[in-house]
C-alpha cells in the first residue's frame, strides 16, 4: 500500500513569492492534515481537510490556506512568503476521528532567502 | 487547551542500554487520544502506538513498551535495549474528540544511542 506521497521534497523561495505543496493520501484515507515543523515552534498544525471542507484550523495567519480535491488529494497554499516561512510541511492522512492514527509523508523543506 | 510537554530534551546511551522518554499531558477533555511517533533523520514521522483515554492498560511491544497512568497524566515510552536504530526524535502527540484530527504535539526527545 503506497504512503503518503509529499510533492516536491524541496523548494527554495524569495520573500514576497507564493508557494503551492502538493499532498496525496494513502489511498481510502480522506482526511487529510497538514503541520509545519520548525526548529524554535515546533511541529505545529495548520489545517485537517475531509471530504473537500476544512474542519479544523490551526492559529496561522490567512496567507496559509489549503484545499482538498475529490480524490482525497490536498494542497497547501502560502501567498506573500517571509522568511520566518522556511521549514518542513508534512502532511499527514488518516481515517476521520480523533483516534485515528495519522500516517505521515516525507514532507516538503521549504526555504525563503 | 490541550498541552504535551516532553521534558526531556536529549537523552543520550550506550547500546543495549534502557531508556525511558517522559511524556506530560494536559487536557480537560474526558475522551482523548494519545501516541507516540518516532522521526529518524530522513524526515518522516513514522507511528508507533496509540491510547485511549479509558484504556490504562499498559502495552509491550518487542523491545518497546508504554506505561499510561491518568492519574499522573502521563504516557511514557520505554525501550529495552537500546540499538543504534533507535537513535532518532520522539514525539509524543494528543487529540481530543472535540478538534477531530487535529495532534498536539510535545518539543520531542532527542535519543542518541551509541555503538
Known amino acids: 500500500k503506497a504512503g503518503v506521497t509529499q510533492t516536491p521534497r524541496y523548494l527554495i523561495k524569495t520573500r514576497g513569492q507564493q508557494v503551492t505543496l502538493s499532498c496525496s493520501p494513502i489511498s481510502g484515507h480522506r482526511s487529510v492534515s497538514w503541520y509545519q515543523q520548525t526548529p524554535g515552534q515546533g511541529l505545529q498544525f495548520l489545517f485537517e481537510y475531509f471530504s473537500e471542507t476544512q474542519r479544523n484550523k490551526g492559529n496561522f495567519p490567512g496567507r496559509f490556506s489549503g484545499r482538498q480535491f475529490s480524490n482525497s488529494r490536498s494542497e497547501m497554499n502560502v501567498s506573500t512568503l517571509e522568511l520566518g516561512d522556511s521549514a518542513l510541511y508534512l502532511c499527514?492522512?488518516?481515517?476521520?476521528?480523533?483516534?485515528?492514527?495519522?500516517?505521515f509523508g516525507d514532507g516538503t523543506r521549504l526555504s525563503i532567502l | 487547551a490541550q498541552k504535551v510537554t516532553q521534558a526531556q530534551t536529549e537523552i543520550s546511551v550506550v547500546e543495549k542500554e534502557d531508556v525511558t522518554l517522559d511524556c506530560v499531558y494536559e487536557?480537560?477533555?474526558?475522551?482523548?487520544?494519545l501516541f507516540w511517533y518516532k522521526q529518524p533523520p530522513s524526515g518522516e514521522l513514522v507511528f508507533l502506538i496509540r491510547?485511549?483515554?479509558?484504556?490504562?492498560q499498559n502495552e509491550i511491544s518487542g523491545r518497546y513498551s508504554w506505561n499510561f497512568q491518568k492519574s499522573t497524566s502521563s504516557f511514557n515510552f520505554t525501550i529495552t535495549a537500546s540499538q543504534v536504530v533507535d537513535s532518532a526524535v520522539y514525539f509524543c502527540?494528543?487529540?481530543?474528540?472535540?478538534?477531530?484530527?487535529?495532534?498536539?504535539f510535545g518539543a520531542g526527545t532527542i535519543l542518541r544511542v551509541k555503538s
Open positions: 487536557t480537560r477533555d474526558t475522551t482523548y487520544y
Open positions: 491510547r485511549n483515554s479509558f484504556d490504562e
Open positions: 502527540a494528543l487529540s481530543v474528540r472535540e478538534y477531530g484530527n487535529k495532534l498536539v
Open positions: 499527514a492522512s488518516s481515517l476521520p476521528g480523533p483516534n485515528q492514527p495519522q500516517h
